[in-house]
T-cell receptor, first 115, second 111 residues
């Protein structure tokens, strides 16, 4: 079946640094990818929709200058958390659908800890 | 009304029990639905797809009631490994829309 690969799985960084998370669709082309954030014991929260070849669509309340999304190819989307702060510590996860109404395939997630 | 709502839980059931939880959706045009399970700090994994009135896969049965706009998930003979959060997901029916996730129902199967 379709596979979405996400790296790294865990990042520990100092406050003020930037962290890049990659999400790759391994055996299908993903024109759209979704980025979520999840705090402990809470539901997935959609941050943004990454669109290949165009600007990402951010959800209300998500700072586009802080969470930079690049979807340069049909198989790769990246999320860069710029100038990370402790409150950005969270579980970040990407997903991609095979088609508009098809099931989502998820990356394995990235646990970000900002010290 | 929220787009997708779920029984909040948590559901704490003994091993071997049958448990069911519901998901209600607001978009009457939705045609398909998904149940995912998510373990702590792991990615959601597809459990079942529901395209018509329902679906059954081993101990798991999903039923769709379009008139009342809800999908239920029934788990029979619960195992300890069934402990997880179960997410109800409604895919978009048009480009430009998003997948909508329910808040999840937490299940703990106790020995």
């Amino acid at each position: 079946g379709a596979v979405v690969s996400q790296h790294p799985s865990r990042v520990i960084c100092k406050s003020g640094t930037s962290v890049k998370i990659e999400c790759r669709s391994l055996d299908f082309q993903a024109t759209t990818m979704f980025w979520y954030r999840q705090f402990p014991k809470q539901s997935l929260m959609l941050m943004a929709t990454s669109n290949e070849g165009s600007k990402a669509t951010y959800e209300q309340g998500v700072e586009k200058d802080k969470f930079l999304i690049n979807h340069a190819s049909l198989t790769l989307s990246t999320l860069t958390v710029t100038s990370a702060h402790p409150e950005d510590s969270s579980f970040y996860i990407c997903s991609a659908p095979l088609d508009i109404s098809e099931k989502l395939f998820f990356g394995s997630g990235t646990q970000l800890s900002v010290l | 009304r929220k787009e997708v709502e779920q029984d909040p839980g948590p559901f704490n059931v003994p091993e071997g029990a049958t448990v069911a939880f519901n998901c209600t959706y607001s978009n009457s045009a939705s045609q398909s639905f998904f149940w995912y399970r998510q373990d702590c700090r792991k990615e959601p994994k597809l459990l079942m797809s529901v395209y018509s009135s329902g679906n059954e896969d081993g101990r798991f049965t999903a039923q769709l009631n379009r008139a009342s706009q809800y999908i239920s998930l029934l788990i029979r003979d619960s195992k300890l490994s069934d402990s997880a959060t179960y997410l109800c997901v409604v895919p978009p029916d048009n480009y430009g829309q998003n997948f909508v996730f329910g808040p999840g129902t937490r299940l703990s199967v106790l020995p």
